[in-house]
């Protein structure tokens, strides 16, 4: 009887140490996650930003989690995404003529990587961004509104031609009209005037009533 106790103490202790020993090995992989590498802020604007990142392959990330904060301040912003492959994230709503910092980690199904190395940048001023802005520097945005106005400047021709090549051809048709009247006009003046005419005695003389 008490080999059977020592027995199912000895599976006991075995099994609490097999346990114990996945558990350990459950949180070493999941303390394993590599941070992000290459953190890159890109694409900085006076109210935004881009920032990217890479992992190493091999790690099984789920999606990602990025802290931004003030340089000098303590409040944060976090943003949180999960269920995702992408290795970038817009930053909106900057200040402008301000120093971020911003770290990245990685989200796998155990939990989160360590942050990453902190990258502080800062936004540049209104008149700065404007000032970096060359003449001949023209945006899509720009040279879309060039095209819409083009468009409508051609439009806009367009109709004016078309009016015009109306009014012309309505006063030709008229002139028309009018030459083609003329002819007549003048046959029933000329009518007219040798009826109002008074008429002549043969010999030369005018004609006298008799009394």
Same mark, same amino acid.
């Given at each position: 009887?008490?080999?059977?106790?020592?027995?199912?103490?000895?599976?006991?202790?075995?099994?609490?140490?097999?346990?114990?020993?996945?558990?350990?090995?459950?949180?070493?992989?999941?303390?394993?996650?590599?941070?992000?590498?290459?953190?890159?802020?890109?694409?900085?604007?006076?109210?935004?930003?881009?920032?990217?990142?890479?992992?190493?392959?091999?790690?099984?990330?789920?999606?990602?989690?990025?802290?931004?904060?003030?340089?000098?301040?303590?409040?944060?912003?976090?943003?949180? *995404? #999960?269920?995702?492959?992408?290795?970038?994230? =817009?930053?909106?709503?900057?200040?402008?003529?301000?120093?971020? +910092? /911003?770290? &990245?980690?990685?989200?796998?199904?155990?939990?989160?990587?360590?942050?990453?190395?902190?990258?502080?940048?800062?936004?540049?001023?209104?008149?700065?961004?404007?000032?970096?802005?060359?003449?001949? *520097? #023209?945006?899509?945005?720009?040279?879309?509104? =060039?095209?819409?106005?083009?468009?409508?400047?051609?439009?806009? +021709? /367009?109709? &004016?031609?078309?009016?015009?090549?109306?009014?012309?051809?309505?006063?030709?048709?008229?002139?028309?009209?009018?030459?083609?009247?003329?002819?007549?006009?003048?046959?029933?003046?000329?009518?007219?005037?040798?009826?109002?005419?008074?008429?002549?005695?043969?010999?030369?003389?005018?004609?006298?009533?008799?009394?």
């Amino acid at each position: 009887m008490a080999k059977r106790g020592f027995s199912a103490a000895v599976l006991l202790l075995g099994f609490l140490s097999v346990s114990s020993v996945h558990a350990v090995y459950v949180c070493v992989s999941d303390t394993l996650l590599s941070a992000p590498l290459n953190v890159t802020i890109r694409e900085i604007e006076v109210n935004s930003a881009v920032v990217t990142w890479e992992i190493l392959e091999g790690d099984p990330v789920i999606g990602f989690a990025i802290t931004q904060q003030k340089k000098d301040v303590r409040m944060l912003r976090f943003i949180q *995404e #999960v269920n995702t492959t992408t290795r970038s994230c =817009a930053l909106w709503d900057l200040d402008e003529d301000t120093e971020y +910092i /911003v770290h &990245v980690q990685s989200i796998s199904m155990g939990g989160s990587s360590p942050p990453s190395e902190p990258v502080l940048f800062r936004t540049p001023k209104e008149s700065e961004k404007l000032a970096s802005k060359s003449p001949d *520097e #023209v945006t899509m945005e720009e040279v879309g509104q =060039a095209a819409q106005l083009r468009a409508g400047e051609l439009i806009i +021709i /367009v109709v &004016v031609l078309i009016m015009w090549a109306g009014v012309i051809a309505l006063f030709c048709r008229q002139y028309d009209i009018i030459k083609d009247n003329e002819p007549n006009n003048n046959k029933d003046k000329a009518k007219n005037s040798s009826e109002c005419s008074t008429p002549e005695h043969p010999q030369g003389g005018l004609l006298r009533s008799n009394v």
